[in-house]
């Protein structure tokens, strides 16, 4: 079935196209349908800047319209070495407006690094600080890769640069609708070559849907953003999901475990996601005047989660602890426990919150709840496939569900995690998890 253009703007009631209004998908233009123009959408701690959603909106267009300028074009591929900011998110949007995908890279990588995932990537442009940082120039240089320059407007707000002269914007290009691609990233590689990952608008705003949902979020909550936006976790669940209902987004210019606890006071923030890592660096750095009052929950994903760093977090913080499970083929959440007056269980990562979720055999057969198998998904935030990589997708599938590659259970309707399957130790017929022995 075809995906028909999508007209319209950020922020200003986006019409759907015929099959978004069949199927439910969405256009990533669709994400600050949902808030007031008024609204604060961004703060930056310290005296940085504070964006309205009718700030954000405007400055979307107007980034767009200057990659259109440039040439960027729908399917093309746009590369990102940002800080954490408000800037990535607006370029990210401004990129994918355009039908393009962008790709996020991790701004501290080396240049060996960059040209890897340059010469892999093949983007039409790499957007780069306007100070023009070393490793990222080089690489971009090595790989022939043309690049765009980002350095402060007015009142602070991005503007896109060639050759150090702003680029004329082209106000009359072609939308990006729910089927475009919006992001490109990369798997992993920890058993074979990092596999690119490609995540439609439509996969995107699913999930941010779904998360929102999930956590009750609405205008009045404010998110603490502490984990980088070039990965899922940052951009989908603290930063996407709360523009979905309109609410705040903090984001520091640099991340220091003993300044989120004034940080997230001043601000009021209701919740924060992170890694058990970073909870475990800010509780370290938990100071006297205790956590804000304003806290609703706060939520941990991408690695497991200790039941007495749960116990430890929970009176540090003065609310739930939330173990969710993600994967980037999943546009991240997958499951999670729920908000009170339901259980949230130590040592679950609770019930699904994004995904379907079964357990299957080695043949893709569905298990009963309480024998251990592969945890399977599929729901509207997993990818189709992987990039020019048919024998990956095809083994990565039973049918039109996607293998993690992850050892559960499911008990009760939540599920337990007990490691990668690749790294089972299989002793007397018996599956024993790393983690178990650790």
């Not at 995107?204 to 976790?233: E, Q, T």
């Not at 009021?268 to 992170?274: D, G, H, N, P, V």
């Not at 100071?287 to 540090?316: I, K, M, N, Q, W």
């Amino acid at each position: 079935m075809e995906i028909g253009v999508v007209t319209g703007t950020f922020g200003g009631g986006q019409p759907m196209t015929e099959n978004a209004g069949i199927t439910g998908a969405e256009p990533l233009s669709a994400l600050l349908d949902r808030a007031a123009p008024s609204g604060q959408a961004f703060v930056v701690p310290d005296g940085g800047q504070a964006l309205s959603y009718g700030q954000v909106a405007d400055r979307i267009e107007a980034l767009a319209a200057h990659l259109a300028g440039a040439g960027v074009r729908r399917g093309d591929r746009v590369a990102l070495a940002m800080p954490n900011s408000p800037d990535l998110v607006l370029l990210f949007l401004a990129v994918t407006a355009l039908g393009a995908a962008a790709a996020p890279l991790n701004p501290a990588y080396t240049e060996p690094e960059f040209s890897f995932f340059l010469g892999d990537i093949r983007p039409r442009y790499f957007l780069i600080p306007a100070g023009r940082p070393t490793a990222a120039a080089s690489a971009a240089e090595a790989t022939s890769t043309p690049v765009l320059t980002v350095e402060a407007g007015d009142a602070g707000l991005p503007e896109v640069l060639a050759a150090g002269r702003q680029v004329r914007p082209d106000r009359s290009f072609e939308r990006g609708g729910p089927d475009d691609v919006a992001v490109v990233l990369h798997t992993s590689g920890t058993t074979s070559r990092p596999k690119q990952v490609p995540l439609r608008q439509r996969n995107l705003m699913a999930s941010a849907r779904k998360i929102a949902a999930h956590y009750r979020l609405g205008p009045s909550d404010v998110s603490f953003c502490v984990m980088p936006l070039f990965h899922v976790h940052g951009l989908i669940a603290s930063t996407f999901a709360t523009l979905s209902t309109g609410g705040t987004v903090i984001v520091p210019r640099r991340f220091t475990p003993h300044r989120f606890w004034p940080q997230a006071r001043e601000h009021r923030a209701t919740w924060l996601s992170a890694g058990p890592t970073l909870h475990r660096m800010i509780l370290d750095k938990a100071d006297d005047a205790g956590a804000p009052a304003s806290l609703r929950f706060v939520r941990s994903c991408s690695s497991a989660l200790a039941p007495a760093l749960l116990h430890r977090a929970e009176s540090t913080y003065g609310v739930p602890m939330l173990e969710a499970y993600g994967m980037t083929e999943a546009s991240h959440q997958m499951a999670s426990n729920p908000l009170p007056p339901a259980a949230h269980v130590p040592g679950s990562v609770g019930l699904p919150a994004g995904a379907e979720i079964r357990v299957a055999d080695a043949r893709g057969g569905f298990l009963p709840e309480g024998h251990p198998g592969e945890v399977v998904v599929r729901g509207p935030g997993v990818m189709s496939g992987y990039v020019a990589n048919p024998s990956a997708t095809a083994e990565a599938f039973f049918g039109e569900w996607f293998r993690t590659g992850d050892r559960g259970v499911l008990k009760e309707g939540y599920l337990y995690l007990e490691g990668r399957l690749k790294e089972m130790i299989i002793r007397g017929g018996e599956n024993i998890a790393p983690a178990e022995i650790e």
